[in-house]
Nanobody
Framework: QVQLVESGGGSVQAGGSLRLSCAASGYTYSSSCIGWFRQAPGKEREGVAS????????YYADSVRGRFTISHDSAKNTLYLEMNSLKAEDTAMYYC????????????????????????WGQGTQVTVSS
């Protein structure tokens, strides 16, 4: 059974930092799109950052580029999102996701157009930034 478990959310003042983690069990972060999405109340879910494990190439939404950093530790089978210079508009529920993708099908990793129905989601962790 695949489980993705997020942690590290919380409340922070604007300008602060948080580090989200997503530990996987029953799933290995390889040959996969892995990344973070968020959804604020009343808004659609958006892709925040993602990467393709085999190349390490990354994608960032314009709204977070330069402030957030995605990484993963294959030995710990854990995905991270380092969030700096947080803004009130970063307030949302953050979800990690993973989807197995062949190398030739990795293009969607570099946008918010994944995962499809074969992907996996974590339960979410709340990030609240007060101004």
């Amino acid at each position: 059974q695949v489980q993705l478990v997020e942690s590290g959310g919380g409340s922070v003042q604007a300008g602060g930092s948080l580090r989200l983690s997503c530990a996987a069990s029953g799933y290995t972060y390889s040959s996969s799109c892995i990344g973070w999405f968020r959804q604020a109340p009343g808004k659609e879910r958006e892709g925040v950052a993602s990467l393709y494990t085999n190349t390490g190439s990354t994608y960032y939404a314009d709204s977070v580029r330069g402030r957030f950093t995605i990484s993963h530790d294959s030995a710990k089978n854990t995905l991270y999102l380092e969030m700096n210079s947080l803004k009130a508009e970063d307030t949302a529920m953050y979800y990690c996701a993973a989807e197995r993708r062949a190398w030739w099908a990795r293009a969607d990793c570099y946008s918010g157009s994944w995962p499809n129905s074969s992907g996996y989601w974590g339960q979410g962790t709340q990030v609240t930034v007060s101004s």
